[in-house]
Nanobody, 119 residues
Framework: QVQLVESGGGLVQAGDSLRLSCAASGRTRTSTVGWFRQAPGKDREFVAAITWTAGNTYYADSVKGRFTISRDNAKNTVYLEMNSLKDEDTAVYYC?????????????WGQGTQVTVSS
């Protein structure tokens, strides 16, 4: 099993920055950690992902150039640095992990952290 705990959400102004953290624990090794978000009335969408070993990163087009995903292997923690935040970034942000690097599905999910961007 894998436990994922998100932190760092909050209320910010448009244009501000925020950093989310995802602390992973458990005996099962995962290959990749990703961030997803779900805005009110919308489907959950992919934001970014990173592989533990090589540190390969992937981003949704909507956040490229503004968000940066990184990991600290020693702390088993993945970060999402969000800059130039916009109203449309308002959502609950979820951390997720998957076992198989080639799988599209993520196997473990955190409880989510709210990010609210006000203008």
């Amino acid at each position: 099993q894998v436990q994922l705990v998100e932190s760092g959400g909050g209320l910010v102004q448009a244009g501000d920055s925020l950093r989310l953290s995802c602390a992973a624990s458990g005996r099962t090794r995962t290959s990749t950690v990703g961030w997803f978000r779900q805005a009110p009335g919308k489907d959950r969408e992919f934001v970014a992902a990173i592989t533990w070993t090589a540190g390969n990163t992937y981003y949704a087009d909507s956040v490229k150039g503004r968000f940066t995903i990184s990991r600290d292997n020693a702390k088993n923690t993945v970060y999402l640095e969000m800059n130039s935040l916009k109203d449309e970034d308002t959502a609950v942000y979820y951390c997720a992990a998957k076992l198989n690097i080639w799988s599209r599905a993520f196997d473990y999910w955190g409880q989510g952290t709210q990010v609210t961007v006000s203008s």
